[in-house]
T-cell receptor, first 118, second 114 residues
Framework: EAQVTQNPRYLITVTGKKLTVTCSQN?????MSWYRQDPGLGLRQIYY???????DKGDVPEGYKVSRKEKRNFPLILESPSPNQTSLYFC?????????????????FGPGTRLTVL | GQQLNQSPQSMFIQEGEDVSMNCTSS?????WLWYKQDPGEGPVLLIA?????ELTSNGRLTAQFGITRKDSFLNISASIPSDVGIYFC??????????????FGQGTILTVHP
């Protein structure tokens, strides 16, 4: 089944304890992206990657890191989480065949990771 | 960063009614997208609009890309209970850079009463 998977689905942690949220897709998509969703603010893009070893900042990259060493994986790293990073996080992927700009090909979203930082 | 202004924030309607929501921006957008998010799920693409003035339908859904390229609307006709969810607009600025960057509206929460 074609899908985007995220782990963990739920995480409660404490301030300053490094964590990684994994994202994996099995559709051979070039483009992957991370978003956070907060009430009243919609989804805000954190980082995106157009292909392996190519990453760029979205609108809210502060406090986050990403890497794209393999096509299928795009982990989100919080080196020193803080309470304002408590949020619902979504990973998404899409192909870059067809029309540019590539972000407009249909993005497939993962199920989300609910993170609480105490 | 750039944000889209989406309205209304929430709607409570009776089954069978039509629904209209819209998004506006102070900047010009190249593409407008409309997504729906069911409770506990990630967003799913409903309609994509690529040209100013474009009007596109998908079943009971109709969306338009504004002529000024600064706005878009989504209409849902004859609403049914499964239309319940959060609807998001999204788009990309036409500044010629950041092809992978996508900006979302705040969302419209739709409740449909049977």
């Amino acid at each position: 089944e074609a899908q985007v998977t995220q782990n963990p689905r739920y995480l409660i942690t404490v301030t300053g304890k490094k964590l990684t949220v994994t994202c994996s897709q099995n559709m051979n998509h070039e483009y992957m992206s991370w978003y956070r969703q907060d009430p009243g603010l919609g989804l805000r893009q954190i980082y995106y990657s157009m292909n392996v070893e190519v990453t760029d900042k979205g609108d809210v990259p502060e406090g986050y890191k990403v890497s794209r060493k393999e096509k299928r994986n795009f982990p989100l790293i919080l080196e020193s989480p803080s309470p304002n990073q408590t949020s619902l996080y979504f990973c998404a992927s899409s192909p870059t065949s067809g029309r540019a700009p590539w972000a407009y090909n249909e993005q497939f979203f993962g199920p989300g990771t609910r993170l609480t930082v105490l | 960063g750039q944000q889209l202004n989406q309205s209304p924030q929430s709607m409570f309607i009776q089954e069978g009614e039509d629904v209209s929501m819209n998004c506006t921006s102070s900047s010009i957008f190249n593409t407008w997208l409309w997504y729906k998010q069911d409770p506990g799920e990630g967003p799913v693409l409903l309609i994509a609009l690529y040209k100013a003035g474009e009007l596109t339908s998908n079943g009971r859904l109709t969306a338009q890309f504004g002529i000024t390229r600064k706005d878009s609307f989504l209409n849902i006709s004859a609403s049914i209970p499964s239309d319940v969810g959060i609807y998001f607009c999204a788009g990309q600025l036409s500044d010629g850079t950041s092809y992978g960057k996508l900006t979302f509206g705040q969302g419209t929460i739709l409740t449909v009463h049977p």
